[in-house]
């Protein structure tokens, strides 16, 4: 209850620079942001609520009818009480 809390307190701090934080129901969040910023936003937001790091799980276009990589995307993540072990 007191990550979500953080996390929520982190969400309007974020809303105000254009960046929206959404928390999911499950163990994921979401982030909506400009190219480029998600891992910076979603490492803070966790720190933020507690956490250690963040793990991206996707990120994607959020108008599907422009170009990859443009405009705002939303990116999912997850909050982790330690960093990822990297992927072989």
Do not use: W, Y
Not at 8 to 16: H, I, K, M, R, Y
Not at 70 to 82: A, D, E, K, N, P
């Amino acid at each position: 209850m007191k990550s979500l809390v953080a996390l929520l307190a982190v969400c309007t701090l974020f809303a105000g620079g254009c960046t929206v934080v959404k928390i999911g129901k499950g163990d994921t969040n979401t982030i909506t942001h400009a190219p480029g910023e998600e891992k910076d936003l979603t490492s803070r937001a966790c720190r933020k609520a507690g956490n250690q790091n963040a793990e991206i799980i996707s990120t994607v276009n959020e108008d599907a009818n422009r170009p990859p990589g443009t405009g705002r995307q939303v990116t999912t993540f997850r909050c982790l009480s330690t960093k990822p072990q990297p992927q072989t």
